[in-house]
């Protein structure tokens, strides 16, 4: 996809004239601010349909179907982050920055030390956080953001995962070269850090326990530290 097209996801994209209405409109006219000849792609996660816009009007976006291509902008690893629950701001600016990294699927978690209510979670407005930065970046598909668990939940769920790294403030061993498999997941503490039984146990369940140097990390630089580094020993930032 060249880099100056506009992307946006659909349910259903058609190989013919596709009209946008609603919030797929408003998104195209207002926030894109596209006009009539401009390039626009849709994607409904596994092709990329190619348009010109055609027309333009107060309730809709009139596009031309130009050809399709399978999508591109996805990693071939599926990484999964389990952070502990954050404040809302540094968990929006973590879904953010971790979509534009290709992290595929983001947990949140109650841990000891958390002091943010699972309920305040705006679940809806961080999937539209990570769908935005999805368009924005070219992803080939939308990441998910889930209702947070509960620390037990988490740790059963870690044993679905090729490779479980577990980003420890008080250090572990290096990163590693690689990553092993094709499904990793990363696991961030909360901006108190975990107990020393809650370390235990995530190692207990074959985690991996990984140090990021001596300095420690707000949680939300520990989040795309960790999916960064991942992606790169996987690959995907070369």
């Known amino acids: 996809m060249p880099l100056k097209m506009k992307k946006i996801f659909v349910d259903n994209a058609v190989q013919g004239e596709h009209i946008l209405v609603g919030d797929d409109h408003h998104h195209v006219s207002v926030v894109l601010r596209a006009r009539v000849g401009d390039k626009l792609t849709l994607c409904d996660g596994k092709y990329d349909y190619f348009y010109t816009v055609s027309k ?14 399978d999508t591109e902008g996805e990693p071939k690893i599926f990484v999964r982050l389990f952070v502990a629950l954050p404040k809302a701001d540094k968990l929006e600016w973590a879904c953010q920055k971790c979509t534009e990294l290709g992290v595929s699927e983001i947990t949140p978690f109650v841990s000891s030390f958390v002091q943010t209510k699972p309920e305040s979670v ?117």
């Open 56 to 69: 333009i009007d107060h309730s809709s976006t009139t596009l031309a179907y130009e050809g399709k291509a």
């Open 122 to 238: 705006r679940i809806d407005r961080l999937n539209k956080i990570c769908r935005e930065a999805a368009q924005q970046c070219g992803r080939g598909k939308l990441p998910l953001v889930d209702e947070p668990i509960s620390f037990e939940k988490m740790l059963d769920l870690l044993a679905d995962h090729d490779d479980v790294l577990f980003f420890y403030e008080k250090g572990g061993e290096q990163f590693p070269r690689a990553v092993a498999g094709k499904k990793i997941a990363l696991v961030v503490g909360s901006e108190g850090g975990f107990s020393d039984l809650e370390a235990e146990r995530i190692v207990g369940v074959g985690a991996r326990r990984i140090g990021l140097g001596k300095r420690i990390l707000r949680v939300e630089t520990a989040c795309v530290t960790a999916a960064a580094l991942t992606m790169f020993a996987a690959g995907e930032l070369r």
